[in-house]
């Protein structure tokens, strides 16, 4: 069975890396909770930031270009290069998983989905959606009832 869109990259990512992609984003809601000035800031950044779709998609087009221009100038052999990344493309397309994914989820590439939730959450935060947080007796955050907010 192939899994959906969203939940592809993480089935096929080590259970360390996902708590360590998961604890970074629940972090940044935390400090921002307690630096609501900052949250602009970082939402810009958010919007800069690649998915790990748009990184496997940009090194898989240089090695595809690399290898045609290789095959046209040095030898034909060279067209390997782009037929195997190519499959490796479509591999990951279809299950969500590619040989460097291990790799580019380790150094933290998130899915739009985390990322998503990381902005939606600091929006909570900001007021965009109305109050947000614990009521009287809870114990809860706000940036815990943001995040459980985000998830959803």
Not at 71 to 93: S, Y
């Amino acid at each position: 069975m192939i899994p959906n869109t969203s939940a592809r990259v993480p089935l096929h990512t080590s259970k360390r890396a996902n708590r360590e992609i998961e604890a970074r984003t629940s972090e940044s809601v935390r400090w921002h909770a307690a630096h609501l000035n900052r949250i602009d800031s970082r939402l810009r950044e958010l919007d800069e930031e690649w998915d790990i779709v748009r990184v496997l998609e940009a090194n898989a087009s240089a090695l595809a270009l690399n290898g045609v221009i290789l095959a046209a100038t040095v030898d034909r052999r060279f067209l390997a290069l782009p037929a195997l990344v190519t499959a490796f493309l479509l591999q990951h397309a279809i299950q969500g998983w590619c040989p460097p994914l291990p790799f580019l989820r380790r150094m933290g590439f998130r899915t739009m989905r985390e990322i998503e939730i990381e902005r939606y959450a600091l929006k909570a935060l900001r007021g965009d959606f109305g109050p947000i947080g614990p009521g009287g007796e809870r114990r809860d955050t706000p940036a815990s009832h943001a995040l459980q907010a985000a998830r959803l």
